[in-house]
């Protein structure tokens, strides 16, 4: 079964704008970890920001922030004021114990920001 | 801190060679992981080890592929031999609490 489900594999946003990419999970731990990468076309995977599932918070990190909806099992990322400089690949990637902390990733979703 | 190293950064062979990957991870992480690449398939997790023992290769393909950790500072990824189908873009990860993913290996076999 698959653990990621990012439903968009591609989107368009307007420079300046914000962008939120889907990101459902599936596990029956209480405790875990969700990650988001960005994968420019230089292929670099980039750690963008991380949710812990006992967090309280929605984590932030400059221009990035995750809506994290546990009930839903839901952890979107919104990128704020979206740059050139963004386009790129997003991963979605969770952490699980009961899967020794092994990285599960979505399919990804490309965005590409236009002028 | 340097990062996670991998070499190199892009490989040709030809089928039928052999190919060996290599990975530097970050001092102190106890764990590597070695992830593969492709359009089709997205990221796939070969092989991961902690405190340089491997815990679980049923990721690795075939028995074409094999992985060593010899120490805490070096790990390979080996291809013996190699098909066209391996052309891939493999990814080396070291963590401790988060993940450091090395820049890749784009492997090409022609």
């Known amino acids: 079964a698959q653990k990621i489900t990012q439903t968009q594999p591609g989107m368009f946003v307007q420079e300046k704008e914000a962008v939120t990419l889907d990101c459902t999970y599936d596990?029956?731990?209480?405790?875990?970890?969700l990650f988001w990468y960005k994968q420019p076309s230089s292929g670099e995977m980039i750690f963008l920001i991380y949710q812990g599932s006992y967090d309280e918070q929605n984590a932030t990190e400059g221009r990035y922030s995750l809506n994290f909806q546990k009930a839903r099992k839901s952890a979107n990322l919104v990128i704020s004021a979206s740059q050139l400089g963004d386009s790129a690949m997003y991963f979605c990637a969770m952490r699980e114990p009961s899967n020794d902390y092994k990285l599960s990733f979505g399919a990804g979703t490309t965005v590409t920001v236009r002028a | 801190d340097a990062g996670v190293i991998q070499s190199p950064r892009h490989e040709v062979t030809e089928m039928g060679q052999e190919v060996t990957l290599r990975c530097k991870p970050i001092s102190g992480h106890d764990y590597l992981f070695w992830y593969r690449q492709t359009m089709m398939r997205g990221l796939e997790l070969l092989i991961y080890?902690?405190?340089?023992?491997?815990?679980?290769d049923s990721g690795m393909p075939e028995d074409r592929f094999s992985a060593k950790m010899p120490n805490a500072s070096f790990s390979t990824l080996k291809i013996q031999p190699s098909e066209p189908r391996d052309s891939a873009v493999y990814f080396c990860a070291s963590s401790l609490n988060g993940y450091t993913f090395g820049s890749g290996t784009r492997l090409t076999v022609v």
């Open positions: 080890f902690n405190n340089n023992v491997p815990i679980d």
């Open positions: 596990t029956s731990d209480q405790s875990y970890g």
